[in-house]
């Protein structure tokens, strides 16, 4: 296996979706780890997922060499419209992930210019930041139909043949599922 796996994509970009694929090749994966316990949760894990990691992918490639990073995209639109689903309906943040949300997006509450802003930023900076270096950023559209095939040639590994598996469609995330998660990570 390799030395870690990144998905560095932002939440609603299909960041639980790759989670779970990443599971089923046979990676310890975890889905939106605390930050302040990431270092120490990396110790244990072979790939982790979501806005924790994305906003500290520069990081994780100097402290991780060799490490490959798979950075989830979609439309703006639709993700526009999803994060505003789910910051609408969502607790309200404390402590690390309130500062999450105002170190990426620069606002605690859902506003579309800032976070409109915030996700071509993102986009823009990993693309830079892995400029010249095919073998080690993968960009994938998991809503345009991408998944195992792009994957498993981007870690050179057999394609499971297992359907694609489109996890937290609508931004529901049961705490059934958050522990089924934790369960097999």
Not at 87 to 104: C, I, Q, V
Request: aromatic share 14%.
């Amino acid at each position: 296996m390799l030395n870690k796996i990144f998905g560095i994509g932002l939440s609603r970009t299909g960041t639980t979706s790759l989670t779970c694929a990443l599971r089923s090749l046979g990676y310890k994966a975890i889905h939106y780890p605390p930050v302040p316990r990431l270092q120490k949760i990396l110790s244990r894990y072979h790939a982790a997922t979501d806005t924790p990691v994305a906003v500290r992918f520069a990081e994780l490639d100097r402290d991780y060499p060799g490490s490959k990073f798979i950075l989830t995209v979609r439309d703006v639109d639709g993700w526009l419209a999803s994060t505003r689903k789910m910051w609408a309906r969502n607790r309200k943040k404390k402590g690390w992930e309130l500062d999450l949300r105002y170190a990426l997006y620069g606002t605690a509450e859902w506003d579309r210019d800032k976070f409109s802003d915030a996700y071509l930023r993102h986009y823009h900076n990993v693309t830079e930041y892995f400029k010249g270096r095919p073998d080690d950023l993968l960009i994938l559209d998991i809503f345009k139909g991408q998944g195992y095939g792009e994957i498993c040639k981007f870690l050179n590994v057999p394609d499971p043949g297992l359907k694609f598996p489109h996890k937290n469609k609508t931004g529901k995330i049961r705490m059934r599922d958050i522990f089924f998660f934790h369960l097999l990570g």
